[in-house]
């Protein structure tokens, strides 16, 4: 396994405004990483720091064994791209853009192309100006997956794209996986990074707060269980890692930390267990954790 | 922007029923708001451009005699196309030359200044998608139109009010203040106008610049019309009355002083809004009246590399300009022997020429292939620009996340403003020698004009240069590339004339081009401003190389 993206403590700033403030990133060959984060938390920075199209202030970054800045040309060749504002140009149709964008990265694979444009139910007919966001978006997309770029980078791929036309991007995205290309995507929507990244960073203010696969943060995290048993269950509140238990005749709801799960579960054992659900934390608690504090001061604000 | 669009009490218990104007006094505030650097610069330019002008005409034309001599000279109906009608020609005052000559291309600015302002803010709005947001609010369905009607005609009022004081103020013999607020009100009249032309444009096209574009096929039509008018006779013909610059014409400031034709313009413009607003309420938000044409669904071959984008990009532009420079180049050389008789005539400007040295002939045409020149660089800059906006507009991003570099992507649109502003060059001295040489039975003069054409290609090359050094070093300072062009123009066609002192014209990176064919031919400044465009045009693909990509998204 080696490491398709590299940084350390890249910093980048803006005037008086810290963009980037010391991010760790690593992307391994192979996996579907996605970058986390709510708006303004560097993102789009991290990405275009990545492209050359923007020069590090500070730390080190290296892309597919090169340095983005001073080899820009020779690692865009291996990579595609696909922006989070996607602007085409007014006058020509998404099918010519299509072809421009793969022909300037030194060309694209025509079969894959024209079963993307299918797919993704592009017109590609239709003059820039036309398109709809969602449209641009496929143009993009399209541009981009139909290439044989070892590298995707996705900027909030699919941010205009309607339900049916994420799942058809997911079913490409794992395609690509299994051809063993990296993908690296950011987003702000959860769900989707959940279902396609095998690994995450969440990112916060120009830092990667948190970084590893969704079962490792899930261990950090705590697990939701609802029990309900033959007898009523005592002794919860003096295990490790219980939180906000609330025991009602026959049924207990609390929260336990993920590593003294199993113990937990021993214990429901003893009572005679009728129906158990436990909850995995979604990302959006995993996110509330890391921003709890940030909303929180909002909210004394 | 803070602009709030409906008021909180708007909101009360029973919702009012907006009627299709509600709203218009906001969005009136909101287009100044956002206009309040643009519409002021153009008013003010085209006033003192006008009154800099006049200003000038006691200087060229001091006795009555130089007066008549021009005068004579509006009885070839070529320079009727280009001037006026024919009128006030017995006592050709500086009132008459000014009515009848300037009015022809002040109104060219002022219908530009129009309908770009009229579809910036109806269909320009709708394209981006900002229209909606505000469309969304208590907004009725004409206030858009009704908003940008009022800005717009508001600007005009006020473009010929200053004028009228600016003019009248001269205290220029014959030129009075009455006579002044006539010549306001007309050159008012055809911005007016085409704030109608844009108004029904703007519902018509689905693209702002296909908007603009109809709007300005429109102008030169109504251009030509009067054009082709004023050549069928003096005092003008029937094909002049059947335009709006034509009608701001026969007003005839400064010699008859009639208002009654600008009734004319007041009602074609009634006519336009009327039109505009029903097109406007037949239509829906963003669409258009005349379908978005579909194209091709692969790329064809000459689409491929960043070359080909960027002549894609500039080629419908480029293509214009060179069918109209080559034309207008063609028109200037047909009145070679005209200029001849003229010039014998005029002391003023045979001082002048005699300056520059040579022949009458090989002055005035050293002095028109100068005037192309500007012309050029303004489309060199242009395209060099182009750069700066596909940048801005997030359009420069895909390309160079390609394996195009920076510089490669910016050479691009260089090589289409080194390459173009020559071609420009090249026509013009093929149209306007090709016609000199007929008009003058000289088959040499041909090959004489086109070096003097070509000979400013280093020159023009250099002001492009500035502007890829500014957008490499100083992006944010692209814009001060027009104060050069303003100033290349105001020395090319005025210095010679205004007789500016030489560190002035020195100044410009024309001033140093030999004037052929009157002057002789110098090489060392050709190489020298071959040598410094060639300097800030590598160091602004290094500083382009070395800045952060700019965009707003």
Redesign the interface.
């Known amino acids: 396994m080696t490491d398709v993206i590299h940084t350390h403590d890249l910093e980048k700033s803006y005037g008086t405004v810290m963009a980037l403030d010391g991010l760790d990133l690593c992307v391994t060959r192979g996996e579907v990483h996605g970058l986390l984060g709510p708006n303004g938390a560097g993102k789009t920075t991290t990405l275009?720091i990545l492209?050359g199209?923007?020069?590090a202030d500070g730390g080190t970054v290296e892309m597919l064994g090169g340095d983005p800045w001073a080899d820009?040309?020779?690692l865009?060749?291996r990579?595609a791209?696909v922006?989070?504002?996607?602007?085409?140009?007014?006058?020509?149709?998404g099918?010519?853009?299509?072809?421009?964008?793969g022909?300037?990265?030194?060309g694209l694979n025509q079969t894959r192309r024209d079963e993307l444009v299918d797919r993704f139910d592009l017109d590609?007919?239709?003059?820039g100006?036309?398109y709809s966001k969602g449209n641009r978006q496929k143009v993009?997309i399209v541009?981009a997956l139909a290439s044989d770029a070892e590298l995707l980078?996705l900027d909030e791929p699919t941010a205009g794209l309607d339900p049916l036309m994420e799942v058809v991007f997911q079913e490409v995205i794992l395609q690509m996986r299994a051809e063993g290309r990296t993908v690296f995507l950011s987003s702000h929507i959860l769900a989707q990074v959940e279902k396609l990244a095998d690994r995450i960073s969440i990112i916060r203010q120009g830092k990667v707060v948190q970084s590893g696969t969704l079962t490792e943060m899930r261990h950090l995290t705590r697990t939701t269980i609802d029990a309900h048993t033959a007898t009523p269950v005592t002794g919860l509140e003096n295990l490790n890692g219980i939180h906000d238990l609330d025991a009602s005749d026959g049924r207990v709801r609390f929260a336990v930390d993920g590593e003294h799960l199993d113990a937990v579960v021993k214990h429901l054992g003893q009572f005679g267990l009728q129906a158990l659900t436990s909850h995995p934390p979604t990302l959006e608690e995993l996110m509330l954790r890391h921003y709890g504090d940030e909303v929180a001061s909002r909210g004394e604000g | 922007m803070t602009t709030t669009v409906a008021s909180p009490s708007a909101h009360r218990a029973m919702p009012k029923r907006g009627g299709p104007l509600t709203g218009t006094g906001t969005l009136v505030r909101f287009m100044l708001r956002r206009d309040r650097l643009r519409l002021p610069v153009w008013i003010l330019a085209i006033v003192v451009f006008t009154m800099a002008s006049v200003v000038a005409l006691p200087d060229l034309y001091p006795t009555v005699e130089d007066r008549q001599a021009r005068a004579a000279l509006m009885e070839n109906p070529g320079t009727r196309a280009i001037s006026g009608p024919g009128y006030g020609l017995d006592d050709y005052t500086f009132g008459a030359m000014l009515s009848h000559e300037f009015l022809s291309w002040v109104v060219i600015f002022v219908a530009l200044m129009s309908l770009l302002a009229m579809v910036r803010h109806t269909r320009n709005e709708e394209?981006t998608g900002r229209a909606e947001l505000v469309r969304s609010r208590q907004v009725g369905r004409l206030a858009t139109t009704t908003a940008a009607l009022v800005v717009v005609v508001g600007a005009n009022l006020i473009l010929g009010l200053l004028m009228a004081l600016g003019l009248g103020s001269l205290g220029l013999d014959s030129v009075g203040w009455g006579s002044s607020f006539l010549f306001g009100a007309a050159t008012a009249s055809v911005g007016v106008v085409f704030a109608g032309v844009g108004a029904v444009t703007a519902q018509v096209n689905?693209?702002a610049?296909g908007a603009s574009g109809l709007a300005g096929a429109v102008f030169a039509l109504a251009y030509l019309l009067r054009a082709a008018g004023d050549m069928t006779q003096v005092g003008g013909g029937l094909l002049s009355w059947l335009s709006p610059v034509g009608w701001a014409q026969q007003t005839r400031a400064y010699v008859d002083d009639r208002w009654w034709p600008l009734l004319l313009s007041v009602g074609l413009t009634l006519v336009l809004a009327a039109l505009g607003y029903w097109l406007s309420t037949r239509r829906d938000v963003g669409a258009g009246m005349v379908e978005?044409?579909?194209?091709?669904?692969?790329?064809?071959r000459t689409?491929?590399?960043?070359f080909?984008?960027a002549w894609?990009?500039h080629r419908s532009s480029a293509m214009w300009w060179s069918f109209s420079v080559f034309l207008f180049a063609l028109g200037y050389g047909t009145l070679a022997t005209e200029v001849e008789r003229f010039v014998s005539e005029l002391s003023v400007l045979q001082d002048a020429i005699a300056e520059i040295g040579g022949t009458i002939i090989d002055a005035w045409l050293s002095v028109i292939v100068l005037i192309f020149a500007v012309v050029a660089a303004v489309f060199a800059v242009l395209a060099a620009l182009r750069a700066r906006s596909e940048e801005n507009?997030?359009?420069a991003?895909?390309?160079?996340?390609?394996?195009?570099?920076?510089p490669t992507w910016l050479g691009s649109h260089l090589a289409v403003a080194l390459i173009g502003s020559a071609a420009l060059m090249f026509l013009t001295g093929i149209g306007l020698g090709i016609s000199a040489s007929q008009a003058l039975g000289d088959g040499d003069m041909l090959w004489r004009v086109l070096g003097a054409s070509l000979a400013h290609v280093p020159a023009i090359w250099l002001v492009a240069a500035i502007a890829v050094a500014l957008f490499g070093l100083a992006p944010r300072a692209t814009v001060l590339v027009w104060v050069v062009i303003a100033y290349v123009g105001v020395v090319g066609w005025l210095g010679a004339l205004l007789r500016f002192p030489d560190w002035a014209i020195n100044l410009s990176p024309l001033g140093h081009t030999p004037l052929l064919p009157a002057e002789d031919m110098v090489w060392t400044p050709l190489v020298v401003l071959t040598v410094a465009a060639t300097g800030l045009i590598l160091a602004g693909l290094a500083g382009f190389r070395?800045?952060?990509?700019q965009s707003t998204?």
């Open positions: 275009r492209l199209l923007l020069r820009a040309v020779e865009h060749r990579l791209y922006p989070g504002d996607v602007e085409l140009w007014p006058n020509l149709t099918g010519e853009a299509i072809d421009l964008l022909r300037l990265r030194g590609p007919t239709k003059k100006r036309t993009a541009a980078l | 394209e689905e693209s610049r978005a044409r579909l194209g091709p669904a692969n790329a064809s689409l491929s590399g960043p080909g984008l894609r990009l507009n997030g359009r991003e895909p390309v160079l996340s390609t394996a195009v570099s920076k070395r800045r952060d990509l998204a």
